[in-house]
């Protein structure tokens, strides 16, 4: 569901909701890295405002395409175990 900046605190409410009821929450990012000529907000920039919303109330963790596959698969692992709440990942998810 695709929504605007202006909408960010709708948005974060609904992600709490979902958390309390002990659900999980993926988020897809366009970027890995920050890149001038656009708007579209990085990996990083994405994790750094959701820890800012959520504290340590959950813990975050992300995925994208230039991590080792090991890497990849803790990650995976520990969402699946739900030791992850919130996982912020790259299309890789896609294929990964």
């Known amino acids: 569901m695709a929504k605007k900046e202006s909408e960010i605190k709708d948005v974060l409410k609904a992600m709490w909701e979902e958390l ?3 659900h ?3 988020v897809i990012s366009p970027l ?3 890149e001038n000529d656009t ?3 990085d990996i990083k920039t994405l994790q750094n405002n959701l820890n800012k919303a959520f504290g340590d109330k959950v813990n975050i963790e992300v995925m994208h395409g230039k991590m080792k596959k090991t890497e990849k698969n803790q990650v995976m692992q520990d ?3 739900n030791k992850t709440q919130i996982l912020i990942s790259t299309t890789v998810i896609e294929v990964g």
């Open 20 to 22: 309390k009821k002990g």
């Open 24 to 26: 999980q929450i993926y």
């Open 32 to 34: 890995i890295e920050d």
């Open 39 to 41: 708007e579209l907000n």
């Open 79 to 81: 969402y699946k175990d």
